[in-house]
């Protein structure tokens, strides 16, 4: 999980580190108000993260007015999962798919 917290569009970086005994909403919330605690009340800016449910309905929780977003890396290996044997049986698909996932002119 990268939590930015300035507004500075070229600097990211891991801020927090944590091991869970379980990924739960409460025990997400706990880690996020001890991180909030730890920067001196001052919320994340922008959080990228895995597609945990658990965590999503955490970060809506402490972090409202930070913007959620899901990690490339980890929708990318979801999709070659489920997509696999089309991307493999396509290749035309596969060089279109992969043409609009990383070339995409939008936020």
Do not use: W
């Amino acid at each position: 999980m990268l939590m930015k917290t300035t507004k500075c569009e070229t600097y990211s970086g891991l801020f927090a580190g944590a091991v869970l005994s379980d990924e739960t909403i409460q025990t997400f919330r706990c880690l996020f108000s001890t991180f909030r605690a730890c920067m001196s009340g001052k919320a994340p800016i922008s959080i990228v993260t895995d597609q945990d449910g658990a965590m999503r309905a955490a970060i809506e929780q402490e972090f409202p007015d930070a913007t959620h977003m899901n990690c490339l890396f980890h929708i990318m290996s979801k999709a070659e999962i489920l997509l696999g044997t089309t991307l493999s049986g396509n290749p035309k698909f596969a060089m279109d798919f992969y043409d609009i996932v990383y070339n995409c002119l939008t936020k």
